[in-house]
Each structure stands twice: as structure tokens, then as C-alpha cells.
């Protein structure tokens, strides 16, 4: 009988969920939709200086709007002190883990002279209780660590299920702090007793843990604890190669979010870095979720590749039904007209109308918005482009064209047709009319195709504007 999967997402809520978190969750969800197993959410907040409320809602925010609901959850460590504390005294009466009184500053000048010595860093074992030795009288006034009895020889192994095996010899690994003086547990040990308690199957986690791994599965041995198996997957690198920074790239979830990214671009394009089907670039969550298998993610590292992440976007903008796209929209175009005293009602023109005109040529929500927003601002004519872009050899051809435009029918062929016919009677080619109707019409000389701008606008707006030709 094989055992459900359940795996788990553990962040520390010690700032924004960032992409590369977000792809880990994406992996850990996946491996446990695939088979129909539990996704669990664990928050390791135990680092009580830097995590904070502010980030734990951040964190479940992102989840929420990437859509990666787990099924059991979430869990706080902060609220798990007293398992872990029943555990270490557990593991101190079973003998796998003892008091350590070596003061901080005996633990600094023991490092120094081995490092002296040339030899490795780590702590000597005045404590660690042995058949046949005798332990030093327990000195007065010192509250002792715990510390985990960790194997002294032999190797400790796994085959990591995107790095294939990995090994480290226990000689190198110290005796592990796993409760402080004051009786909190370190953060090894809680992450230790919650992937055990909550029966995970499978830790998926950034390569940065790699190290943890040997300690804390020496740990889960002492306590006769299954195994689960280990994924380490590499970083997300920055485009030009190097650690990803906030300073280089948004990183956190919510920045996409902001920018006008949709959460299920986000998602299909985290699924492919470091993950692929085939070809395959443009998926489904349920196809994703239907081919995911643990055994393909990549062991070496993927670049960030904001291009891609445009063009599925853009893909996936352009898939969205017109109504729901347009509600995306509407405050987007709202928050941007708050800051104008220059803005007009946003039912003043069709905003559908806007939306699928610039759709296709949009990268972000917020690149249709910012074009949506130009037209909900009050017109002041932009005199100087006008003088520039009106003269003797295209004005006669201009005031003809208004001329005709007064009682031309009003759609987008018939305008066309205006525009080419009154081209051929001039002799002339369309910039001459297009870059100038432009200037009048919006104070600048790019806009997307004139008839869909006339049709928005309207023939009143269209001819009160050009009248300052
Ligand atoms: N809390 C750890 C982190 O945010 C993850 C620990 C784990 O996945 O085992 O890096």
C-alpha cells in the first residue's frame, strides 16, 4: 500500500512572499494535487524579532491570489512551543540529546584555537554524556542549551529527489543546539517535529536547506521517526546570471500583482522555470497539476525571464473575457484618475471599448489602464504639437477631411473609407493626416488605429477636438 502524499509550504514570515517562495509552494501544491493528496501551510514564525503579523497576512494574501489553497493549515510554531519542548525532554530522558553548560565565551575561544590549530569549527563534546565517562561538575549559575547526540561516525545520505544523492559524513555535523538557555527550541528541531507530526511525505524546499537536511534527518532517526523524502531546488536566478534582488527584479508575489500581472501567467510561467513538459509553454493549473511529476524538476538553476513572463501575460490577458477583463480594469483606471484633478466620470466612454482596442498590444493590466486613463482626462489642445504638425501642405487636406467627417456614418468602415478617399483627392500618404489628427485628438503623435479612437470618442468629441485645426 503506498502512503498518501502530503506535502507542505513552510515560510517564515519574515517579509513578502517572494517568487521564489511562491515557486516552491507551486512545486509542494502540485506533487500533493497530482495524487490527490494534502497540501499543508506551516508558518515558522519562531524568528520573533523579524517576523511580523504584517508578512503573515502578505503570505496568505499572495496564496490566496496565486490560488494555491492548502488543505491543512495553517500552522504556527509559535503556537507549537509545548509539543516541542515535550519532545526535548523527551529525547533528554531517552538519552539522544543532553545539557550542554559551556558558557558562549568558552564556545568562542574553543572555536578560535581551532581554527589555530587548523581544524574544524565545531563544538567538543565536554558534555555529551558517554558509557564510562565522567561528565564535569555542573557549574553554578549557567542555564545549559540542549543538544542534539548526533552520530560521531558513518555517513548520512538521501536521494535528494531533484539532486539525486547526497551525502555528508557525521563527523562534520555538530552536536546540534536544538533548545536554547531560555528553553526555546531552534529552528531545526521545530521544523523536525512539525514534518513529522504532520505526517509530511515530502519536504520540497529551496536548495539553501540542503545543509539542514543531514541534521535533521539524524534527528528524526534518534526519534525512530519515518523519513520523508527530500527536493532541493536551485534558485531563481536574476536575468544577467546573477542571486535575484529586489533592486534588479520585483520579487514579491504582491509586486506582480501590482504591475498588472495575472496570477494565472505567474503561475504558468513559475511552473516552467525549472520544470517542463515537452515544448509545452502555455498550460493549464489542471494540466499542470495533471503532468507535474517531482522526478522532472531541473537540478540546476533557471534565470528569471521577464520577457516570457510579458509575453504569457499578455497570452493570458488576451484569453480573458471581455466583461471580466474590463472589471479588472475599472479600478485600475480609477486609482490612476484619483490622482488627477483633470479626470472625467470613467462612463464617460465605453471602457470595454478601450480594453479591447489596446489588449492585444498590452503586456499588464496596468499598461491597458495607463492608455484608458488618457482618455478620461479633460482635453486641453497641445498647441505646440498642433503648430508643428499642421502646415500649408496638409492643412487644406485636414479641414476637407473634418469637413466630410461631419456627416460621414458614424462606423468604422465608413471612416476608413473616408480616410483613404480623402488621401487619393490630396495625393498624399496617411502620416501626413494620421500624425496630425493625432495631435489634435490626443496631443500626441501615436495612438492605436484612428477609426476605433473615433468610434470611442465619438463623433462630438472627435469634431470638437479637430476643430482646433
Ligand atoms: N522556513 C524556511 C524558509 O522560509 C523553510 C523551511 C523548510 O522548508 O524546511 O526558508
Redesign the pocket.
Known sequence: MTTAIRTRF???PTGALHIG?ARTALFSWALAKHSGGTFVLRI?DTDVERSTQQNVDEILNSMKWLDLTHDDGPYYQMQRMARYRDVVQQMLADGTAYYCYTSREELDSMRAAQKERGEREKYDGTWRPEAGKTLPAIPDGVAPVVRFKNPLSGTTSWVDVVKGLIQFDNVELDDLIIARPDGTPTYNFC?VIDDWDMGITH?I??DD?VNNTPKQINILKALNAPLPEYGHIPMILAPDGTKLSKRKNATAVMDYEAMGYLPEALLNYLARLGWGHGDDEVFTREQFVAWFDVSQLSSSSSQWDPKKLNWLNNHYINQKDQQALTQMILPRVQKRLAQREDALPTDTYSLSDIVALYKSRSDTLEDIAAAAEMFYLKHTPNTALINEQINDANRPMLLDFIAKLKTVEWQKEAINALIKSTLAAHGLKMPMLGVPLRALLFGQAQSPSLDAVFMILGRDVVLQRLSAA
Request: hydrophobic residues 30%; proline residues 10%; neutral net charge.
Open positions: 513552510a515560510p517564515s517562495g515558522e521544523v519536504v524546499r529551496g536547506h
